[in-house]
């Protein structure tokens, strides 16, 4: 099973950037797509953006011109670029591993989130 590590939550101010990262384990990984999601305190898990294998994206319209989700396959990591952070937009990110290589393909591995707090 893909192992996923995120790093590169924290501190930022409402306006900052934030670059997350997130790390995968095994060969397999230019094979699938992977995702982005964040959980607010007391909300449901909701998905901010995915990426194919092949670097096609698409994203929540609640972040799209401000996010950004790339991967470097050499070095199996996906990234999540967030611009102008909003006051509600903090909370849990995750990234996980789809089974197949595009977006529509089922949720096959999570990884353990990292923390992003946004203060006004």
């Known amino acids: 099973q893909v192992q996923l590590v995120e790093s590169g939550g924290g501190l930022v101010q409402a306006g900052d950037s934030l670059r997350l990262s997130c790390v995968a384990s095994?060969?397999?990984?230019?094979?699938?797509?992977m995702g982005w999601y964040r959980q607010a305190p007391g909300k449901q898990r909701e998905l901010v953006g995915c990426?194919?294998?092949?670097?096609?994206?698409n994203y929540a319209s609640s972040v799209k011109g401000r996010f950004t989700i790339s991967r470097d396959n050499a070095k199996s990591t996906v990234y999540l670029q967030m611009n102008s952070l909003k006051p509600e937009e903090p909370g849990v990110y995750y990234c996980n591993s789809k089974s197949g290589t595009d977006c529509y393909y089922q949720d096959y591995s999570w990884g353990r989130g990292t923390q992003v707090t946004v203060s006004s």
């Open positions: 095994g060969s397999t990984f230019s094979m699938k797509a």
């Open positions: 990426i194919s294998n092949g670097g096609s994206t």
